[in-house]
């Protein structure tokens, strides 16, 4: 059994949907496997697996000219490696970009491997101007992506979440 919340990950998958999109992307990763099988089961969503997280921001610039709304999926070490795709598309010809982040290498993370991405994560977004708020209760999961949704429609750029261990993960 997985020790990612299934029930976090149904919050934010519904309201996802609730906020009306309709095409996903992403990459495998620990997680985000409840969204992912949730969004490759759901007939009303498009899922599309990438092979690099940047491939992410075409396919969401795409679905935005195609009048379709849609979520990157990514852990934190996915958005270092989208930056160009982020500020040379996403920034530059003002499309929204809603990104849900898996914020790895928080307090309590156990993979030293995901240590340093976490450490730059936070920064990295001020730098690119990138908004973001945290994902890390139950009660504010809907309000938080409706909200992050709204602002990346109405500012034509990237807003982030950070998906963080509290809401993710259950601790045994």
Known sequence: MSPVSTASSRLIYDALKASGIRLMSALPETWLVHLVRMADEDPDMILVRLAKEEEGVGISAGAHLAGVKS?????????????????????????????????????????????????????????LRIPFSYLDRTDHVAHRIAKAQTLALSANKPVALLLCRDLMWEES
């Open 71 to 127: 979520a990157m999926l990514m852990q934190n070490h996915g958005l270092l490696a989208s930056i160009n795709g982020i500020v040379s598309c996403a920034q530059l010809y003002r499309i929204p970009l809603l990104m849900l982040i898996s914020y790895r290498g928080e307090f309590g993370e156990r993979d030293p491997w995901q240590t340093e991405g976490g450490a730059v994560t936070e920064e990295l977004l001020r730098a």
